[in-house]
């Protein structure tokens, strides 16, 4: 039966040091079971679309073009990973976990993102800057939990590993507990920066670490 793993935390390129030993320990763990069939889904990261100090917001049309651009682009960075092993990433994060977990030699997928949705939360963003955050995470979320069931029914023989934005924690477990999904899930960082990261989500909202995720910079 597919089991799936939360991980949740910052996405800078030094917090991967406290999440790898995390990560290890829980595949090390599976691996003592045969369990060594791993999917991997990739949180999706830009573009930003809130405000950036010293930069303003980003027109509508360059966080289209810009998402669009991805759209392009991810077929060709999943099938760079999945067949040769290649991650395609200018994140120094997501570089330094994807070079950590082909080891493993899983399946990768990346997390589907509605553009009309993207756009319309960048709009009300720009036009109410002090909106809650969770509003990113609500809507990415609505649409994500039902990505990872399709996974899990397509893929039963494999076990499904999810590191995602602190921001994300209450939103997706919310979704998966209201569909009966279950989840064993972990945070990493120290308890400062996930505060942090919760208080920015909830408050602000409005640094450069909104869509962190970003496999395309």
């Known amino acids: 039966m597919v089991r799936l793993f939360l991980f949740f935390g910052?996405?800078?390129?030094?917090?991967?040091?406290?999440?790898?030993?995390?990560?290890?320990?829980?595949?090390?763990?599976?691996?003592?079971?045969?369990?060594?069939?791993?999917l991997?889904?990739?949180?999706?990261?830009?573009?930003?679309?809130?405000?950036?100090?010293g930069r303003g917001f980003p027109s509508l049309e360059d966080?289209?073009?810009?998402?669009?651009?991805?759209?392009?682009?991810?077929?060709?960075?999943?099938?760079?990973?999945?067949?040769?092993?290649?991650?395609?990433?200018?994140?120094?994060?997501v570089r330094k976990y994807l070079e950590f977990m082909k080891q493993y030699r899983p399946l990768l997928f990346v997390e589907e993102i509605d553009l009309d949705e993207l756009l319309r939360l960048a709009t009300q963003y720009q036009q109410h800057p002090d909106l809650d955050g969770s509003r990113d995470a609500e809507a990415r979320d609505k649409i994500f939990w039902k990505q990872i069931k399709d996974l899990m029914e397509m893929h039963p023989d494999r076990e499904i590993i999810v590191?995602?934005?602190?921001?994300?924690?209450?939103?997706?477990?919310?979704?998966?507990?209201?569909?009966?999904?279950?989840?064993?899930?972990?945070?990493?960082?120290?308890?400062?920066?996930?505060?942090?990261?919760?208080?920015?989500?909830?408050?602000?909202?409005?640094?450069?670490?909104?869509?962190?995720?970003n496999i395309s910079s």
């Open 163 to 213: 590191v995602r934005g602190s921001t994300h924690k209450n939103t997706l477990e919310k979704r998966l507990r209201e569909a009966g999904i279950e989840f064993e899930s972990e945070t990493y960082g120290t308890p400062f920066e996930t505060a942090v990261s919760e208080l920015f989500s909830k408050y602000f909202f409005s640094t450069k670490k909104t869509m962190s995720g």
């Open 10 to 38: 910052p996405h800078e390129e030094e917090d991967f040091r406290d999440l790898e030993p995390i990560l290890k320990k829980k595949i090390e763990a599976l691996l003592a079971e045969n369990r060594n069939k791993f």
């Open 40 to 53: 991997i889904i990739q949180e999706y990261g830009g573009p930003p679309y809130t405000f950036e100090r």
């Open 63 to 93: 966080i289209k073009k810009a998402a669009l651009n991805d759209r392009e682009n991810i077929p060709t960075f999943i099938k760079s990973f999945n067949e040769k092993g290649i991650v395609a990433s200018g994140n120094p994060f």
